[in-house]
């Protein structure tokens, strides 16, 4: 049973709250980065000006939660328990492999629904086997060469609005932001075989201060600046994403869903079970239905009640028995 802390997740947040009928289902797209800490965007503390106005102009559109979770601190756990609805040790997603997990995912709910599904990056760590078929109508990843810049992303998302577009349906759209994962943008020195696209910005050692839980020491300084560039570059890939949609003309009716898998690959975050390793970035927009400008800092938020709170704002029955 869903207690009242849980419903207060989406449902405070709502100027109303009515049913949603069949021509109205709303779009959904959610829309996550790749290892980048909670604190690394403006809206969340980071003191680096700037450097992300597309993710923080989400914050001004909608309601931006100060206390967020992930389950587990790696990359295809964590996003299995988004689209299970289960936590990993009971999905038996605990690793980078499949399982046969019995009830359908979130994308597959939708999809019964009436949903066109489709997954840009990120195919393989998203659902809890590689039959690609069995969840989505669109799939796009990119070699590791050209995976991290705009123009893979306005060229992948205008696809999958057209597929929707084409057959009539709502879609749900999880797009995925690889950057700020390793390998980091370092100019003329990024990894050899990786997207070399450069940030629209580009920091200097400078300007940019070690975070406060890794040791304060000058040999840190390029590989941290090399990070907030990568992170630059991934805010660049989600102002893509968000210019596509409204010139789609479907923005009013798309639900906007924003978090990070975890936090940034550096000691003590990633993989690791302290607060910059499980805590993230949330942000949800959703025109007329969720406030804008709001902050939320007294309620704590879960990765394992996004399905069942999609589900709600899609009036799209859940598959069986759900954790959150």
Excluded at 50 to 58: F, R, V
Excluded at 199 to 226: C, K, Y
Excluded at 239 to 249: D, P, Y
Excluded at 278 to 296: E, L, S
């Amino acid at each position: 049973m869903i207690n009242k802390m849980t419903l207060f997740f989406l449902l405070s947040i709502l100027v109303v709250s009515t049913s949603v009928s069949a021509k109205d289902l709303p779009n959904i797209l959610f829309l996550t980065m790749d290892d980048m800490n909670y604190d690394s965007i403006a809206s969340y503390g980071s003191d680096i000006d700037g450097l992300t106005p597309h993710i923080d102009s989400l914050a001004e559109k909608g309601t931006r939660f100060e206390y967020a979770y992930i389950q587990t601190p790696s990359c295809s756990p964590s996003r299995n328990v988004l689209h299970t609805g289960h936590y990993s040790h009971n999905s038996g997603m605990l690793g980078f492999f499949g399982v046969d997990f019995p009830q359908d995912t979130l994308p597959e709910a939708l999809r019964n629904n009436g949903y066109y599904t489709g997954i840009i990056l990120k195919v393989e760590d998203s659902t809890p086997t590689n039959n690609v078929k069995r969840y989505w109508d669109y799939v796009k990843n990119y070699p590791p060469s050209s995976a991290r810049s705009v123009d893979s992303f306005r060229e992948s998302f205008t696809q999958l609005i057209a597929g929707a577009k084409a057959q009539g349906k709502p879609f749900y759209a999880n797009v995925n932001v690889k950057d700020p994962h390793l390998p980091f943008y370092r100019g003329e020195k990024t990894k050899e075989g990786f997207d070399q696209t450069p940030p629209s910005r580009h920091l200097s050692p400078e300007e940019v201060t070690i975070p406060g839980f890794l040791p304060q020491h000058d040999n840190f300084r390029q590989e941290v600046t090399d990070y907030y560039n990568t992170v630059r570059r991934g805010d660049d890939c989600v102002g893509e994403v968000l210019q596509v949609l409204e010139e789609s003309g479907l923005q009013d009716n798309t639900l906007i869903i924003f978090l990070s898998d975890h936090g940034m690959s550096f000691p003590f975050a990633k993989s690791n079970l302290y607060p910059n390793g499980v805590r993230t970035p949330w942000i949800m927009v959703w025109p007329v239905k969720i406030k804008p400008g709001v902050v939320d800092a007294e309620n704590m938020v879960s990765a394992i009640d996004l399905m069942p709170t999609v589900l709600d704002a899609t009036d799209t029955p859940a598959p069986g028995p759900l954790a959150g």
